[in-house]
């Protein structure tokens, strides 16, 4: 990029600073332009003369242009009428949805960055504060409401898209000021009227503010807090195109990321440092939200499912687990690879990414619509209890006795993955994707009796045994009848436009193991702590990419170097980045 000063121009580069490992910004010719007496380096600044032979590190500069292109407006009409299709189709009524205002942190001036509220985006593309929206069902009139821009807040934090650039963004019917709203409402809204909202806190205010003689005299519209919640997340679902061709952003920039740590791993001293490359790439290439805390767990840290530390030096152990994904617009993407530190498997290590990779690898295959979901993980763990059988972790009982128990959920504790889009794990609807207890699957108790929601779902012993059984009855009655708690109705199937994870893993986290399987005589007879005691170190490995249910299968969106493509990308390094040698793109 350039800049002008005084009629001379100045030329801004990023290249790598090999004595510190770090990207610096390159002024070209700035000796000239600030006078021979100017100490650029006291500014932080490195000046190197203008060179068109400048070496370049092989995926600084994204090649696909195609992330920045237009993809027109955001489909919010399409989606509001995904939304009525849900609710039965009623005739009239006017669902109304607030989003979020900017968040503060208690007792404090400062909060965290703002988040808008998904299914609010979902119906609006806005994702900026202070927003609500209404549809008129019976007029198919889709209102986006704004605030109005405070000059004295726009002197602190800028404005806020105007009427006109946010309607150029969403097709919306019409975009208004939110000081028109409650007008709006009372103009609408009847004693015959149902007014649909997510909740009953979300319900407006429609007592008329100022006029208090009628008070007494109003009747406001039917209430439906029940119904909107549902519809909007069955709606949610299957992906509109938009919604896929965003989702695809995300993962191409995620996976290009990906790479990038791959380049530098073997140069790198911290998992900081991993963290760090992730997401800076991300942020300069116009991604800088992510869809999750990075995770990039080395040595037994890749054993914590959600461990987000990422403070650990990396000499000493054998791998790393990268899980990482960012957003674009507002959608998700989740990506996890697991690779040796110093590009090479240890035996222990490449045994069990070896396994992990046929889990994949053979429930990916099994993808297309109409496959009930559950029945791949099961796939996975039935695979993960044959190899680690082979490897002598498993032992003392047939492979259908091991898997029949539960036991393997030691070794492979989560669900096999989840849905993607507005949130990293998204909404699966009216459905159930895996599991039919709703115990584990929306948290874990801890000592205080809270629950914590959790990225992936936690699948017990207990919980696969249920599965396996279900399985063995083989029948789409049962299945379709299984037992999972309101709201859900029964196991859900792929279709065609879902986008879903596959994300198998094996995982030796030593506290759970031994308090829950080894102390548990009916799984401990299955496990070979002689062999155990060889893996520990290992950690954890799991492989996950994002896949689109296709017409006919699938298509894999992710494109993260792994298995040999990865090794080579490691060894190889990048130029100019500890003598190694280009990587490719």
Same mark, same amino acid.
């Given at each position: 990029m350039a800049n002008t000063d005084q009629g001379h121009e100045i030329h801004y580069d990023l290249i790598e600073d090999d004595e510190f490992d770090i990207v610096n910004i390159v002024v070209e010719g700035l000796d000239e332009t600030l006078g021979a007496s100017a100490s650029p380096r006291s500014a932080g600044l490195e000046v190197k003369p203008p060179s068109s032979s400048q070496p370049r590190i092989p995926g600084r500069q994204l090649s696909q242009k195609w992330l920045h292109e237009k993809l027109g407006?955001?489909?919010?009409?399409?989606?509001?009428?995904?939304?009525?299709?849900?609710?039965?189709?009623?005739?009239?009524?006017?669902?109304?949805?607030?989003?979020? !205002?900017?968040?503060?942190?208690?007792? #404090?001036?400062?909060?965290?960055?703002?988040?808008?509220?998904?299914?609010?985006?979902?119906?609006?593309?806005?994702?900026?504060?202070?927003?609500?929206?209404?549809?008129?069902?019976?007029?198919?009139?889709?209102?986006?409401?704004?605030?109005?821009?405070?000059?004295?807040?726009?002197?602190?934090?800028?404005?806020?898209?105007?009427?006109?650039?946010?309607?150029?963004?969403?097709?919306?019917?019409?975009?208004?000021y939110v000081d028109d709203l409650t007008k709006y409402l009372h103009a609408n809204l009847t004693p015959d009227t149902t007014l649909f909202v997510l909740h009953p806190d979300q319900t407006p205010k429609l007592e008329p503010p100022s006029s208090l003689n009628l008070r007494h005299r109003f009747r406001g519209p039917k209430i439906d807090s029940t119904s909107l919640l549902p519809a909007i997340e069955a709606a949610r679902v299957i992906k509109t195109p938009h919604e896929i061709s965003l989702i695809r952003?995300?993962? #191409?920039?995620? #996976?290009?990321?990906?790479?990038?740590?791959?380049?530098?791993?073997?140069?790198?001293?911290?998992?900081?440092?991993?963290?760090?490359?992730?997401?800076?790439?991300?942020?300069?290439?116009?991604?800088?939200?992510?869809?999750?805390?990075?995770?990039?767990?080395?040595?037994?840290?890749?054993?914590?499912?959600?461990?987000?530390?990422?403070?650990?030096?990396?000499?000493?152990?054998?791998?790393?687990?990268? !899980?990482?994904?960012?957003?674009?617009?507002?959608?998700?993407?989740?990506?996890?690879?697991?690779?040796?530190?110093?590009?090479?498997?240890?035996?222990?290590?490449?045994?069990?990414?070896?396994?992990?990779?046929?889990?994949?690898?053979?429930?990916?295959?099994?993808?297309?619509?109409?496959?009930?979901?559950?029945?791949?993980?099961?796939?996975?763990?039935?695979?993960?209890?044959?190899?680690?059988?082979?490897?002598?972790?498993?032992?003392?009982?047939?492979?259908?006795?091991?898997?029949?128990?539960?036991?393997?959920?030691?070794?492979?504790?989560?669900?096999?993955?989840?849905?993607?889009?507005?949130?990293?794990? !998204?909404?699966?609807?009216?459905?159930?994707?895996?599991?039919?207890?709703?115990?584990?699957?929306?948290?874990?108790?801890?000592?205080?009796?809270?629950?914590?929601?959790?990225?992936?779902?936690?699948?017990?012993?207990?919980?696969?045994?249920?599965?396996?059984?279900?399985?063995?009855? !083989?029948?789409?009655?049962?299945?379709?009848?299984?037992?999972?708690?309101?709201?859900?109705?029964?196991?859900q199937r792929l279709r065609e436009n879902m986008v879903v994870t596959i994300e198998p893993g094996i995982y030796f986290h030593r506290p759970y193991i031994q308090s829950f399987f080894l102390s548990n005589p009916a799984h401990a007879q299955y496990i070979n702590t002689k062999v155990l005691d060889k893996y520990w170190d290992v950690g954890g490995v799991r492989i996950e990419d994002c896949i689109l249910v296709t017409k006919d299968g699938y298509e894999n969106l992710t494109t993260a170097p792994k298995g040999k493509e990865a090794l080579k990308i490691i060894n190889a390094g990048v130029p100019g980045f500890g003598g190694g040698q280009p990587g490719g793109n």
């Open positions: 407006k955001y489909p919010a009409k399409t989606h509001v009428q995904k939304v009525v299709e849900e609710l039965d189709a009623p005739k009239s009524g006017i669902i109304y949805l607030r989003g979020f !205002d900017e968040p503060l942190y208690p007792y #404090s001036d400062q909060g965290p960055p703002f988040r808008q509220q998904r299914h609010f985006f979902y119906l609006s593309g806005a994702d900026f504060p202070g927003c609500s929206v209404t549809y008129d069902i019976s007029r198919q009139d889709l209102i986006l409401w704004i605030r109005r821009n405070d000059p004295r807040l726009s002197l602190w934090y800028g404005t806020t898209p105007s009427v006109e650039e946010t309607k150029s963004k969403s097709d919306v019917c019409d975009v208004r952003r995300a993962v #191409s920039l995620t #996976s290009h990321a990906h790479k990038m740590v791959l380049q530098r791993i073997k140069h790198l001293s911290n998992e900081r440092e991993a963290h760090a490359v992730f997401e800076g790439f991300c942020i300069s290439q116009g991604a800088p939200h992510q869809s999750y805390a990075v995770i990039a767990a080395s040595g037994p840290n890749a054993s914590t499912l959600h461990y987000d530390a990422n403070d650990q030096p990396l000499e000493g152990r054998q791998t790393m687990l990268l !899980d990482a994904g960012c957003e674009w617009g507002c959608y998700a993407s989740d990506v996890t690879r697991t690779f040796p530190l110093n590009g090479k498997w240890t035996k222990e290590g490449e045994e069990i990414n070896k396994v992990v990779e046929r889990m994949q690898r053979e429930c990916i295959d099994a993808i297309r619509p109409g496959r009930l979901y559950y029945k791949l993980h099961l796939v996975a763990c039935l695979i993960a209890v044959e190899e680690l059988m082979k490897l002598g972790i498993l032992h003392g009982g047939t492979r259908t006795e091991i898997l029949a128990k539960g036991t393997v959920a030691a070794f492979f504790p989560h669900g096999l993955g989840h849905h993607v889009g507005l949130e990293v794990h !998204d909404v699966s609807g009216r459905e159930r994707l895996l599991l039919s207890s709703g115990l584990h699957s929306q948290g874990v108790t801890g000592i205080s009796g809270s629950r914590r929601r959790m990225k992936r779902e936690q699948v017990t012993p207990e919980d696969l045994a249920a599965m396996y059984r279900e399985a063995m009855m !083989d029948t789409d009655e049962v299945e379709q009848k299984a037992v999972v708690p309101p709201p859900y109705k029964g196991r």
